[in-house]
């Protein structure tokens, strides 16, 4: 995890630095000078933007982060830490699109150096994004969360931080869009929501009735309050269910079934529907692939006599350029199958890297998140 860089003050005899990112549901950037972080922008995508291509996606997070410091970049060269496949691909365009053409006229104000992301570890974006998209999450999950922003003033631990992080990061304490976070866990204030939290975890959806240390990482993961580790013990040791569970003589404890997608199209089930008529082009089956989170699906027709390589060419097609790599499939299918298909996928991938780094690179970080924590 990245904790919070402390901001510097500006200074106008040094060059600008400007680091875009752009995520399935939010854009971020961050302005600095020499590597030190001057300030940050973030910005969620309404509705018709989340349908845009990476690059768009990309793209547009450079159309917006210059504009919003366009009174600190228009005067004086700067460096652009940016993927250069999307500023290829509009170049590429024959003809441009009207977007396109508009982006491309008010990139010609400015004057800038673009360098490779991957030169420089685009960590601070990145977590930016990865904030911006949880705060998402939990505005569409938790009714009334926004009452969150107004209750730090008045919590007894959290109100000094909030009040000084007003001015700035402390330590690793930051203020995004309102709400507090310490790193990348987003404190919770005193109150029923913290409860809520392990209630949902430890057994709600379809969580099975977790075991204390695994529910705790849960929690841990995305949130902080001070004792969070005492409040999570407690609540698992007094949980009803898990009493009646154990009292039964179940010491294998409950089933536990699939963890619940916390993000669009990073789970997802892969399922055939075979024994349909032949069409013309000699397809006879359905591949159904179902995002887990949205239960957005693609319905793409093949043959049931496709083998696995052939089933993730077609689903590197159909679906990766759309939402990228997955963290889990499930499939209907056998654990060979399965595991050839995953081979075969990120073999693609594998090749494909160099090409198409803006799709891959979040996957990369999700996994370097993931083995990190
Ligand atoms: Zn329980």
Redesign the pocket.
């Known amino acids: 995890m990245t904790d919070a860089p402390i901001l510097v003050l500006l200074d106008f005899s040094k060059v600008f630095e400007v680091d875009c990112d752009a995520s399935n549901v939010g854009i971020g950037a961050v302005l600095s000078q020499e590597g030190k972080p001057v300030a940050f922008f973030s910005e969620k995508l309404n509705h018709s933007r989340t349908r845009y291509s990476t690059y768009d996606k990309e793209f547009y997070a450079i159309i917006r982060a210059l504009n919003h410091w366009r009174h600190y970049l228009i005067c004086k060269e700067f460096i652009l830490f940016s993927d250069h496949e999307a500023l290829r691909f509009i170049n590429g365009q024959h003809k441009l699109n009207n977007r396109h053409a508009k982006w491309v006229e008010f990139l010609q104000a400015y004057t800038f150096h673009i360098k490779h992301k991957s030169g420089r570890l685009n960590q601070v974006a990145d977590a930016l994004s990865r904030r911006h998209s949880f705060l998402n999450t939990m505005q569409v999950k938790v009714s009334g969360f926004e009452i969150l922003k107004e209750q730090y003033s008045e919590d007894p631990f959290f109100k000094q931080i909030w009040t000084k992080c007003s001015k700035g990061p402390v330590g690793s304490y930051l203020l995004q869009e309102g709400y507090l976070f310490k790193g990348n866990r987003l404190c919770i204030p005193e109150g029923s929501l913290r409860e809520n939290i392990i209630t949902e975890t430890?057994?709600g959806g379809l969580a099975g009735?977790?075991g204390r240390d695994k529910t705790l990482s849960l929690v841990k993961e995305h949130f902080y309050w001070p004792r969070l580790e005492r409040d999570v013990a407690r609540h698992?040791e007094r949980?009803?269910?898990?009493h009646m569970?154990k009292s039964q003589g179940q010491n294998t404890g409950?089933y536990t079934p699939l963890p619940v997608p916390t993000a669009p199209w990073e789970d997802v089930s892969l399922d055939f529907v075979t024994g349909l008529p032949q069409t013309q082009r000699n397809k006879d089956s359905i591949m159904v692939v179902v995002d887990r989170f949205s239960k957005m699906s693609h319905f793409i027709p093949c043959n049931k006599t496709n083998d696995a390589s052939h089933v993730a060419d077609l689903y590197f097609k159909e679906v990766v350029k759309l939402h990228g790599i997955p963290k889990t499939i499930t499939s209907d299918r056998d654990s060979k199958f399965v595991g050839h298909f995953w081979r075969t996928l990120w073999r693609k991938l594998g090749t494909k890297l160099q090409f198409t780094w803006a799709t891959c690179c979040e996957v990369w970080w999700e996994r370097i998140f993931v083995s990190g924590t």
């Not at 949980?239 to 898990?242: E, I, L, P």
């Open positions: 430890h057994a009735h977790f698992v949980c009803r269910t898990c569970a409950l």
